[in-house]
């Protein structure tokens, strides 16, 4: 009988696991090396900053391990979602939101806008 090994999938495991919002934020952006830039001065004029000391970075691109398939767009959803959450809770008025990257097929883009 031929040996099937199992190939670990991070991107299945973060699907299957129960993180928290900030934990998902953290492993997603380890993982899919999220870079992240700050928010542009026509945006940041609304910030409201309350309750917050920090500044703000946004993700600005990231590269999906694997290339595309249904998996890493549910794990980018689930970033997004819980990224614009966490804005929320702060009292921030900007929403985040992914597209494919128009030159590098296993990249994605990543777009900040007002509510």
């Not at 009988?1 to 934020?25: F, G, T, Y």
């Amino acid at each position: 009988m031929p040996i099937v090994e199992e190939k670990e999938d991070p991107i299945a495991d973060l699907l299957e696991s129960n993180l928290s919002s900030v934990e998902l934020i953290e492993k997603v952006e380890s993982l899919f090396r999220v870079r992240k830039a700050h928010l542009p001065p026509g945006i940041k004029k609304y910030r409201v900053n309350e309750g917050f000391n920090g500044d703000t970075q946004i993700p600005v691109n990231a590269r999906v391990p694997g290339g595309f398939n249904s998996k890493s767009e549910r794990v980018l959803d689930m970033y997004v979602s819980a990224w614009n959450k966490q804005q929320t809770r702060r009292g921030e008025p900007y929403q985040l939101s992914w597209t494919p990257h128009s030159t590098t097929a296993n990249m994605v883009g990543f777009d900040i806008q007002l509510k």
